[in-house]
Structures are given as C-alpha cells and as structure tokens.
T-cell receptor, first 110, second 116 residues
Framework: ELKVEQNPLFLSMQEGKNYTIYCNYSTTSDRLYWYRQDPGKSLESLFVLLSNGAVKQEGRLMASLDTKARLSTLHITAAVHDLSATYFCAVDIGYSTLTFGKGTMLLVSP | SAVISQKPSRDICQRGTSLTIQCQVDSQVTMMFWYRQQPGQSLTLIATANQGSEATYESGFVIDKFPISRPNLTFSTLTVSNMSPEDSSIYLC?????????????FGSGTRLTVV
C-alpha cells in the first residue's frame, strides 16, 4: 500500500521568510503533483512533476522531485500572506490513482 | 486543462435520505474520479468511473452506498445513499488532463455535504 507522508502538517511563517515542505512516499513513482486548497474551496493544481530531477517554479514556489529518494519538496521563498492555504502532494503509481498526503496548512503572518 | 462543472455546491440533508452529485466536463474524458474529503482531512479516492462499465471502487467503499453513473464521456454522477452524519464531507470529482501529453488532474469545485 502506498503511503504518502507530508511534513510539517502545520506551518506558521512570517512574511519574508523561506521554508520547505516535504513529501515522502513509499513506492516507486515518477509522477507527483502539488495542489493548493483555500478554505472551503476545491483544489488548484500547482505543479506536475513527471521525472526524476524535475524542478518547476512559479512565483515564490518551487517544487522538485527526487524519485530515487522518493521525495518531493515544495520550497517557499519570501512568503507573503496570499500564500496562506493548505498544500497537498499527491502521488500516482499508475492506473491514474492518486494517493494524497495529509496536507500542510500554511499560515503566513506579517 | 479541462473545466468541470460540479453541482450542487453544498447541501444539508436529513439522515436516511440520498443525494446525487453531478459533474459535467467540457471535453471527453475516459476516466472520471470521485473523492471524499472528510472535515480537516486529506482526499480519499472513492471510485473510478469509466463510460460503459461499472465503476471501480476503492477499499472501504461499496456500490450500494455510493452508486455511480457514467452515461457518456463528459458526465458522471455520484449518489450518497442512506446518509448518516458520518457522510458529512466534501465530495469532489476529478479528471486527468492528458491533452498534449501526461498532465495533472483537474478537480471540480466540490460539493459540501452536511447530514443532520
């Protein structure tokens, strides 16, 4: 059974600081996705990582994938309040079945 | 990426009743997925719906409780049957974005269900 572990589960940051969210998974996969969810809203796709060594950046967020270590990171640079949300990683081991991590609730305060 | 219209967006239902959730996609897709997100929790896959065949259910979910229809390549429904307060969750449908090659998954706006 695939297990996807995210940490931390809760992150309180000050604006302007940097931090990294980690996503470990237990079974070989080269497809990993990051999503953002605002309270009461659906999921917004942030990054699609489809190969070992993939790195993608969008604004203050950068995601990477190391399939050998079974690890993905979501790095936040110079956080701003608008980044406050819950972030999920999800792993696809084939059959188009996604297994989600528990999510990281990010709170950015002044 | 695909655009999904999901409805209703929310509902409050009496225990013992059933609710049908609809998802309409703006393009033809082979598979549609139904997820449940319990309060404060992550997403759990309920089932995968293919057009023309019975849905495939994940462990812990059964057809009698969550019947699914998939009459064509752009539409699916999920029914939550004989509801109890434990069914209070957000239910989301999803499709795979495969235009132009492997992509991510797009989610509907979700249905927030409260059972009283």
């Amino acid at each position: 059974e695939l297990k996807v572990e995210q940490n931390p589960l809760f992150l309180s940051m000050q604006e302007g600081k940097n931090y990294t969210i980690y996503c470990n998974y237990s079974t070989t996969s080269d497809r990993l996705y990051w999503y953002r969810q605002d309270p009461g809203k659906s999921l917004e796709s942030l990054f699609v990582l489809l190969s070992n060594g993939a790195v993608k950046q969008e604004g203050r967020l950068m995601a990477s994938l190391d399939t050998k270590a079974r690890l993905s990171t979501l790095h936040i640079t110079a956080a701003v309040h608008d980044l406050s949300a819950t972030y999920f990683c999800a792993v696809d081991i084939g059959y188009s079945t996604l297994t989600f991590g528990k999510g990281t609730m990010l709170l950015v305060s002044p | 990426s695909a655009v999904i219209s999901q409805k209703p967006s929310r509902d409050i239902c009496q225990r013992g009743t059933s609710l049908t959730i609809q998802c309409q996609v703006d393009s033809q897709v082979t598979m549609m997925f139904w997820y449940r997100q319990q309060p404060g929790q992550s997403l759990t896959l309920i089932a995968t719906a293919n057009q023309g065949s019975e849905a495939t259910y994940e462990s812990g979910f059964v057809i009698d409780k969550f019947p699914i229809s998939r009459p064509n390549l752009t539409f699916s429904t999920l029914t939550v049957s004989n509801m109890s307060p434990e069914d209070s969750s957000i239910y989301l449908c999803s499709v795979e974005d495969s235009v132009g090659g492997p992509g991510g998954y797009t989610f509907g706006s979700g249905t927030r269900l409260t059972v009283v």
